[in-house]
Structure formats: structure tokens, C-alpha cells
């Protein structure tokens, strides 16, 4: 079993920047890929990024390659996703995931998600 709680949505200026955490806990939580899905109002999940679980392999959507950063911290329970140069079409809520590989996340075939904090970008 793994928990996972994101924690950091808010709402930002269109150009401003969050950074978004997520805790795992439960058994074997540092063998798990995690990564990042969204969703907002009235349009399918998407995936935004993922990590290995040594951190050496990530995954970006296109839509944010370039602005945002997925990173584990040293002690690999715990997963940011920094979010630069925000824009409106980022508003969703986002989801943390955890997965046997980057790419079953990628795959929304992740095992475990979180409640989802929103973020919200103005313009």
C-alpha cells in the first residue's frame, strides 16, 4: 500500500511559478515511479511528468517541457514538480501518481494516486 498527498496548488499570475510536493508513505514507497497527472474541468486526464525511482529517467508532457521540473528528494519518498512560467491552459487539478515505471505512469497505468491539489493561473 502506498498513501501519497500533494500539497502546494494555489493560485499564481499567468508567468508566476509553484511548486507542487507529494509524500509517499507505506510499504515499499521508494521501489515506485512517481509522476504527476492532471485534469480540468470538462477535459481528460493528462499526463505531465514522471520520475524513476533513482531519479536518473523523467518523463514531460510537450505542453511542459521546458517550464516545469519533476525531481525526488535524497530520500526518494517525496516528489516536487516545479512549475515555471505558468499559463491559464495549466489550471487543472493535478494528481500525484506512483507506478511500477515512469512509463506506466505515462500510461495511466499508475497503481496509486493522491486527492489533487488545484492550481489556478490567472492572466
Known amino acids: 500500500q502506498v498513501q501519497l498527498v500533494e500539497s502546494g496548488g494555489g493560485l499564481v499570475q499567468a508567468g508566476g511559478s509553484l511548486r507542487l510536493s507529494c509524500a509517499a508513505s507505506g510499504r515499499t514507497s521508494s521501489s515506485y515511479a512517481m509522476g504527476w497527472l492532471r485534469q480540468a474541468p470538462g477535459k481528460e486526464r493528462e499526463f505531465v511528468a514522471a520520475v524513476s525511482t533513482g531519479g536518473g529517467i523523467t518523463y514531460y508532457a510537450d505542453s511542459v517541457k521546458g517550464r516545469f521540473t519533476i525531481s525526488r528528494a535524497n530520500g526518494k519518498n517525496t516528489v516536487y514538480l516545479q512549475m515555471n512560467s505558468l499559463k491559464p491552459e495549466d489550471t487543472a487539478v493535478y494528481y500525484c501518481?506512483?507506478?511500477?515505471?515512469?512509463?506506466?505512469?505515462?500510461?495511466?497505468?499508475?497503481?496509486?494516486w493522491g486527492q489533487g491539489t488545484q492550481v489556478t493561473v490567472s492572466s
Open positions: 501518481a506512483a507506478g511500477s515505471s515512469p512509463l506506466s505512469i505515462k500510461t495511466f497505468n499508475s497503481d496509486y
